[in-house]
T-cell receptor
Framework: DGGITQSPKYLFRKEGQNVTLSCEQN?????MYWYRQDPGQGLRLIYY???????QKGDIAEGYSVSREKKESFPLTVTSAQKNPTAFYLC?????????????FGQGTRLTVV | QKEVEQNSGPLSVPEGAIASLNCTYS??????FFWYRQYSGKSPELIMF????GDKEDGRFTAQLNKASQYVSLLIRDSQPSDSATYLC??????????????FGTGTQLKVEL
């Protein structure tokens, strides 16, 4: 089945640690995105990538890093510089660089700082 | 001014009624518009998208777009309890050189009451 797979579903992080969230898609989509969702705040864009080996900062990129070495993979690292990382993280992809293509989401990773 | 604005609700409608969800956006360069449904604790799922002014119907759902007024809405006919969820409006601003940047509203919570 084609789709977007995020792992793990739940992740616990100690303060000061870096953690990496996985996002893999087998839809042959060019564009991939990372969003963060906090209660009552909707989705906020962290990073996005339109093609392999290229990515851009979104609205809240501080404390996060990404890579796009393969078309199907777009991992997100939450670094110790991110002061309030507890949130629901959503990865999405869309077909290509042409505007107006819809985005599809993975099942999300819920990150909690302990 | 937020880029995409939605009333957070909750919007309560009786079963069988029409639910009307509204969204306004600030960027006149926005090109396409999406409605996602999100159940509590789950990731957003795409319901509809619309690119052109006017109405677009799909089953019980109708999306309406008015670019002059920078307004997009979603009508749900014959509302069912299973429609109870948060509805997210997303706006795509096409990027120079191609690509998408989806910006989301904070969502409207819909409750369909028996």
């Amino acid at each position: 089945d084609g789709g977007i797979t995020q792992s793990p579903k739940y992740l616990f992080r100690k303060e000061g640690q870096n953690v990496t969230l996985s996002c893999e898609q087998n839809l042959n989509h060019d564009a991939m995105y990372w969003y963060r969702q906090d209660p009552g705040q909707g989705l906020r864009l962290i990073y996005y990538s339109q093609i392999v080996n290229d990515f851009q900062k979104g609205d809240i990129a501080e404390g996060y890093s990404v890579s796009r070495e393969k078309k199907e993979s777009f991992p997100l690292t939450v670094t110790s510089a991110q002061k309030n990382p507890t949130a629901f993280y959503l990865c999405a992809s869309s077909r290509d660089r042409v505007s107006n293509t819809e985005a599809f989401f993975g099942q999300g990773t819920r990150l909690t700082v302990v | 001014q937020k880029e995409v604005e939605q009333n957070s609700g909750p919007l309560s409608v009786p079963e069988g009624a029409i639910a009307s969800l509204n969204c306004t956006y600030s960027d006149r360069g926005s090109q396409s518009f999406f409605w996602y449904r999100q159940y509590s604790g789950k990731s957003p799922e795409l319901i509809m998208f619309i690119y052109s002014n006017g109405d677009k119907e799909d089953g019980r759902f109708t999306a309406q777009l008015n670019k002059a007024s920078q307004y997009v809405s979603l009508l749900i006919r014959d509302s069912q309890p299973s429609d109870s969820a948060t509805y997210l409006c997303a706006v795509n601003k096409g990027l120079t050189g191609g690509g998408n940047k989806l910006t989301f509203g904070t969502g409207t919570q819909l409750k369909v009451e028996l």
